[in-house]
């Protein structure tokens, strides 16, 4: 039976789809591989984001196409719609290319036509266990100008409220712990029960013990009332990633973002009222036309609304985007100085978020537990945290109490109390 090898770049989506691929073929008998000199079959499940990530892809597709042959890659997702040529150029003209707007069903067709697969089941992967991802919306509308994923993703696909249900009550019944619910811009999500609130309060109602939560929030499509309304729910995690991308207005615009900062500052309000919550966030550093002052009131907002983690990208210019188009581009040295000037008080920041637990009793979910007593897991409001604990240790995918002794700016330390 063939080895097969999955390079996964990119979001959550990416993630979920490699691993139901690899689930598929687990199923088929077909053993998983680390290496490509022992693999039959590679799958490169590409991310379009950044020019870096696509520089990558391409450059292990190059090396995949000299040991394993075109016939017996699969090369999917955003970099596959974008460059099928470059991709075929570099691997030869054998080379099976998925686009990035096929949904799971078509992924596997392609890859069932190259090996035999097992039997598709709708449950989430078993490869990402305890957390079950469920798609709600695939694709994107929201045309953020620097953004290639409406290009590369297509248009929004929404699965309906019931079969997301139905995906739901199957994971907790599987013994999966957490759910995770995934749209690009998943506060556009409209289905029978209504948006995403709605369709939310009816998974809380599900039976189990399990905790969920959703990525990624839209503060256009979001307001305080709804955030108040999921925030009341029993399961859900204490955590909002809300991306803000600037704490500039004038940079917000012609990002097309469609919200201020004071728009912002009002949806977070909430969060930043109750201490049992963290908001984490996405920033991009050096957009065109982003000057000295436009930084200066971005580091201001990410000081001023205390994020516990912030993910920081420098500007990338992406093919046939408006800001491709627009002529006053920062020069990449800035970017780098202003992306290390921010680094550090967004580490300082995380470094703080999470001293201020040392001492306190947090609710753990068990990501993986070692032999001689030592744990990993995350915190209901998405630390991660390493812990001390006697035998018999956890089971991947249980909760647990753990009293914090530590914080650091990756995460807290602490000892398993029950
Ligand atoms: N839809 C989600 C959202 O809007 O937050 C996530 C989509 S995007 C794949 C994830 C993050 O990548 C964005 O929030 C943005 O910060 C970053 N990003 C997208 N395009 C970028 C670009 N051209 N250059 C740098 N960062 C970019
Ligand atoms: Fe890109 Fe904006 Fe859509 Fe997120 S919401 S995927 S940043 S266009």
Same mark, same amino acid.
């Given at each position: 039976m063939a080895g097969f090898l999955i390079k996964t770049f990119g979001c959550q989506f990416n993630e979920l789809y490699s691993a139901t691929i690899a689930d598929a073929l687990r199923r088929g008998g077909h053993q998983p591989s680390d290496s490509l000199g022992e693999a039959s079959l590679v799958i490169i499940n590409t991310c379009a984001v950044r020019e870096k990530a696509e520089e990558k892809a391409f450059s292990f597709l190059g090396e995949a196409a000299k040991l394993v042959g075109a016939s017996r890659i699969v090369f999917m997702g955003c970099t596959a719609t974008?460059?099928?040529?470059?991709? *075929?150029r570099i691997a030869g003209r054998g080379l099976n *290319? *998925?686009? %990035?707007t096929a949904g799971m069903e078509q992924v596997l067709t392609l890859v069932g036509t190259v090996v035999s697969l097992g039997q598709v089941d709708c449950t989430a992967p078993r490869s990402l266990f305890p957390t079950a991802d469920i798609e709600l919306i695939r694709g994107c509308e929201s045309y953020c100008t620097y953004c290639i994923v409406p290009k590369s993703r297509g248009p929004e696909v929404v699965v309906d409220a019931g079969e997301v249900l139905?995906?739901?009550e199957r994971a907790i019944e599987s013994g999966f712990s957490e759910l995770l619910f995934l749209g690009q811009n998943i506060n556009r999500y409209r289905s029978s029960l209504g948006g995403l609130v709605e369709t939310m309060s009816a998974v809380d109602e599900l039976d189990g013990?399990?905790?969920?939560w959703f990525l990624s929030s839209h503060p256009a499509n979001f307001t305080p009332e709804e955030l108040r309304r999921v925030m009341e729910l029993r399961h859900i995690e204490h955590r909002l990633h809300l991306p803000l991308q600037s704490g500039s207005d004038r940079i917000l615009e012609r990002m097309n973002r469609r919200y201020t900062i004071a728009d912002?500052?009002?949806l977070v309000e909430p969060i930043r009222e109750n201490a049992d919550w963290t908001l984490t966030t996405d920033i991009i550093v050096g957009f065109p036309g982003e000057t000295d002052d436009d930084f200066a009131v971005t580091v201001d907002a990410v000081? %001023?609304?205390r994020f516990d983690g912030v993910f920081l990208a420098k500007y990338s210019d992406r093919p046939d985007t408006p800001a491709s188009r627009m002529q006053d581009k920062v020069p990449p040295a800035l970017i780098d100085e202003r992306h290390s000037a921010l680094l550090s008080i967004v580490q300082g920041l995380s470094g703080q978020?999470?001293?201020v637990l040392v001492g306190r009793c947090v609710? *753990?979910?068990v990501l993986a537990a070692h032999a001689g007593g030592n744990a990993f897991g995350r915190s209901i409001d998405g630390r991660n945290v390493w812990f001390s604990c006697s035998e018999p240790a956890p089971g991947v995918g249980t909760f647990v109490n753990v009293t914090i002794d530590h914080g650091s700016r990756e995460g807290l330390y602490g000892t398993r109390v029950c």
């Amino acid at each position: 039976m063939a080895g097969f090898l999955i390079k996964t770049f990119g979001c959550q989506f990416n993630e979920l789809y490699s691993a139901t691929i690899a689930d598929a073929l687990r199923r088929g008998g077909h053993q998983p591989s680390d290496s490509l000199g022992e693999a039959s079959l590679v799958i490169i499940n590409t991310c379009a984001v950044r020019e870096k990530a696509e520089e990558k892809a391409f450059s292990f597709l190059g090396e995949a196409a000299k040991l394993v042959g075109a016939s017996r890659i699969v090369f999917m997702g955003c970099t596959a719609t974008l460059d099928r040529q470059r991709a *075929v150029r570099i691997a030869g003209r054998g080379l099976n *290319v *998925v686009e %990035g707007t096929a949904g799971m069903e078509q992924v596997l067709t392609l890859v069932g036509t190259v090996v035999s697969l097992g039997q598709v089941d709708c449950t989430a992967p078993r490869s990402l266990f305890p957390t079950a991802d469920i798609e709600l919306i695939r694709g994107c509308e929201s045309y953020c100008t620097y953004c290639i994923v409406p290009k590369s993703r297509g248009p929004e696909v929404v699965v309906d409220a019931g079969e997301v249900l139905h995906r739901a009550e199957r994971a907790i019944e599987s013994g999966f712990s957490e759910l995770l619910f995934l749209g690009q811009n998943i506060n556009r999500y409209r289905s029978s029960l209504g948006g995403l609130v709605e369709t939310m309060s009816a998974v809380d109602e599900l039976d189990g013990n399990f905790w969920f939560w959703f990525l990624s929030s839209h503060p256009a499509n979001f307001t305080p009332e709804e955030l108040r309304r999921v925030m009341e729910l029993r399961h859900i995690e204490h955590r909002l990633h809300l991306p803000l991308q600037s704490g500039s207005d004038r940079i917000l615009e012609r990002m097309n973002r469609r919200y201020t900062i004071a728009d912002y500052a009002r949806l977070v309000e909430p969060i930043r009222e109750n201490a049992d919550w963290t908001l984490t966030t996405d920033i991009i550093v050096g957009f065109p036309g982003e000057t000295d002052d436009d930084f200066a009131v971005t580091v201001d907002a990410v000081r %001023g609304f205390r994020f516990d983690g912030v993910f920081l990208a420098k500007y990338s210019d992406r093919p046939d985007t408006p800001a491709s188009r627009m002529q006053d581009k920062v020069p990449p040295a800035l970017i780098d100085e202003r992306h290390s000037a921010l680094l550090s008080i967004v580490q300082g920041l995380s470094g703080q978020s999470n001293q201020v637990l040392v001492g306190r009793c947090v609710d *753990v979910l068990v990501l993986a537990a070692h032999a001689g007593g030592n744990a990993f897991g995350r915190s209901i409001d998405g630390r991660n945290v390493w812990f001390s604990c006697s035998e018999p240790a956890p089971g991947v995918g249980t909760f647990v109490n753990v009293t914090i002794d530590h914080g650091s700016r990756e995460g807290l330390y602490g000892t398993r109390v029950c």
